[in-house]
């Protein structure tokens, strides 16, 4: 391995990852040094990068992932599936027969976790301490009529798809969605991503911090955004009154130590590379936690063209995100999930890499263009022959 002691850029990269330490610190060498980011990248089950940079950052630090959550929430969802636990095609008002109203009665998991079922909000919205609790989520959307026909269309549920996801599991396992991961994947693979961080590991986290930009920049970026009660605005939580705070929103203990199974997550960019790699190669002396088959039905794409949330930027298979969309460089069965403040987490089982990545700044207009940078560099490292 090669050591790094720069004092802007620290950690570790195996012989040929240089070009990612280059990368990394050019990305750095851009940003405020003050908030940081960690990049860490496994191939084929081994890792081969460790970094990080920023005022306080460590590889140890841990902070908010806002939607990186959801990987791991349907990892969940992947090993019950896998057990016959739970079938993707089932109505979910056959465990939830309270869901079976306004046109809900024939949603699946399968809709939901593709976000088809037109639940991604509710009237009214949902305050900062509702949406920390999937239970009090899911009591508020089982009465809620679909924002569009179940199946017709797909539009990105930002803060709520889990609260379903999680009710289901509820009723079916008698545990929560938070419960089994910790059970089945975080614990016995060792991984450094929490949903529901625990008392004792406070003092590892950092809080999130708002982008940098002046009062005119804000002022316009704000007024060319759609309204409260649109779609977008529903699916992000800006019809509550107050619109939703997403600073405040994971900076808030309560958050952390339900663990939120949307975007309630805490974690490093070594738990989130953690995760995909022991999800297809094995971690930590374990076992890959999926078999090919379910790695195979989870990273289909399912809902592709306009997302109704978020436009262009949509594109899911089954849960996850379609990285192999977003990146044209990975297979096509890359899959993953991105987070509002900047972190990045995928797996391409072709190429062999898993790669986890975290920042403390949210970038302005939720633009990360430093996405494409770093794992292009990781892709060129992993294949070059």
Do not use: C
Not at 182 to 198: F, Q, S, W
């Amino acid at each position: 391995m090669l050591n790094i002691s720069r004092t802007d850029v620290h950690g570790t990269v195996a012989d040929g990852f240089e070009l990612v330490r280059r990368e990394f610190a050019a990305v750095v060498a851009e940003q405020d040094g003050h908030a940081g980011s960690q990049l860490a990248v496994y191939a084929h089950g081994r890792q081969v990068v460790d970094l990080w940079a920023g005022q306080q950052v460590n590889g140890d630090t841990l902070t908010g992932v806002y939607s990186s959550t959801k990987g791991a929430a349907t990892l969940v969802v992947a090993l019950l599936v896998q057990e016959g636990i739970l079938q993707l095609d089932q109505p979910v008002s056959r465990h939830w027969p309270e869901f079976a109203v306004a046109g809900k009665d024939a949603i699946t998991l399968r809709d939901v976790l593709t976000h088809r079922s037109g639940v991604m909000g509710v009237d009214g919205g949902l305050t900062a301490a509702e949406l920390a609790d999937d239970q009090v989520i899911a009591a508020r959307l089982a009465g809620q009529r679909p924002y569009w026909r179940p199946g017709s269309a797909y539009g990105y549920g930002g803060f709520v798809t889990f609260a379903v996801v999680n009710e289901v599991i509820r009723r079916v396992t008698g545990q929560s969605l938070q419960q089994v991961y910790e059970e089945r994947i975080r614990a016995p693979y060792g991984l450094d991503l929490y949903l529901g961080l625990p008392e004792g590991e406070e003092g590892r986290f950092l809080p999130i911090q708002w982008w940098l930009a002046t009062p005119e920049q804000e002022a316009a970026f704000w007024a060319n955004l759609p309204g409260p009660h649109s779609i977008m605005g529903i699916g992000y939580g800006l019809n509550s009154t107050p619109p939703l705070d997403q600073v405040a929103f994971v900076n808030t203990r309560t958050v952390r130590a339900l663990g939120q199974a949307s975007a309630g997550g805490v974690g490093s960019a070594r738990g989130l590379a953690g995760l995909y790699a022991a999800a297809v190669w094995g971690r930590n002396g374990q076992a890959p936690l999926l078999k090919p088959d379910t790695v195979g039905e989870f990273s289909m794409l399912h809902s592709t063209g306009g997302d109704l949330v978020r436009g262009d930027q949509g594109n899911y298979a089954l849960g996850f995100q379609a990285k192999g969309l977003r990146y044209g460089f990975l297979s096509a069965n890359a899959f993953g999930h991105d987070g509002s403040a900047g972190s990045e987490a995928f797996a391409d089982p072709r190429s062999g890499i898993a790669l986890g990545y975290t920042r403390r700044r949210f970038g302005f207009g939720w633009s990360y263009p430093e996405h494409d940078r770093l794992a292009t560099a990781v892709h060129r490292a992993a294949t070059a022959s």
